[in-house]
Nanobody
């Protein structure tokens, strides 16, 4: 069982930056593929970025490519999402997710989810 806790969300002006964190429990964190998703009101959950257990492989969806950076610190059991040049359309609840066997770009690729952190970008 893995528990995930996101933090770092908040209110930011357009053009600003935020860094989200996701702290994970468990002693085998480095073997888990991890991902970041977001969900805006009335919309489906959207993949943003994924990272392999070692951190050597990353993948970004088009919406975040060039502005968002995923990283992980296995010594701290934590992954991060650095978000720059934020836009009002980035407003959503942001979730981290984990899977013990692999990582991917669809919600069903992940077994464990955090509770989410709200990001609001004002214009």
């Amino acid at each position: 069982q893995v528990q995930l806790v996101e933090s770092g969300g908040g209110l930011v002006q357009a053009g600003g930056s935020l860094r989200l964190s996701c702290a994970a429990s468990g002693r085998t964190f480095s073997s888990y593929g991890m991902g970041w998703f977001r969900q805006a009101p009335g919309k489906e959950r959207e993949f943003l970025a994924g990272i392999s257990g070692s951190g050597s492989n990353t993948y970004y969806a088009h919406s975040g490519r060039g502005r968002f950076t995923i990283s992980r610190d296995n010594a701290k059991n934590t992954i991060y999402l650095q978000m720059n040049s934020l836009k009002p359309e980035d407003t959503a609840v942001y979730y981290c997710a984990a899977d013990p066997t692999d990582w991917g770009s669809e919600p069903h690729d992940y077994e464990y989810w955090g509770q989410g952190t709200q990001v609001t970008v004002s214009s």
